[in-house]
Nanobody, 120 residues
């Protein structure tokens, strides 16, 4: 079993910053990509950013230059630093990790989601 626990969401004014953290635990033999999706009310879930084990990153165009992503491979954690937040960043943010558990195939696991609300 693999569990992902997110923290760091909340309410913030436009232009301010928030940091989200996700910790993967359990049968985490090998954690590959880690990243974040978000889903705003009435919209589809969209990729925000991911980071590969070796450090390669990718960002959605809407967050480039404002968000950064980092990870600690030893602790199986991923952090999303969100700067210059905009009201359109308001969404539930979901952490994910592509994990190969011991004795099991590679699978994607999800966190429970954390609400980020940006007021104008």
């Amino acid at each position: 079993q693999v569990q992902l626990v997110e923290s760091g969401g909340g309410l913030v004014q436009a232009g301010r910053s928030l940091s989200l953290t996700c910790v993967a635990s359990g049968s985490t033999f090998s954690v590959n990509a880690m990243g974040w999706y978000r889903q705003a009310p009435g919209k589809q879930r969209e990729l925000v950013a991911y980071i590969l084990r070796g450090g390669t990153t990718l960002f959605a165009d809407s967050v480039k230059g404002r968000f950064t992503i980092s990870r600690d491979n030893a602790k199986n954690t991923v952090n999303l630093q969100m700067n210059s937040l905009k009201p359109e960043d308001t969404a539930v943010y979901y952490c994910y990790a592509d994990v190969t558990p011991i004795g099991a195939p590679l699978s994607r696991y999800w966190g429970q989601g954390t609400q980020v609300t940006v007021s104008s």
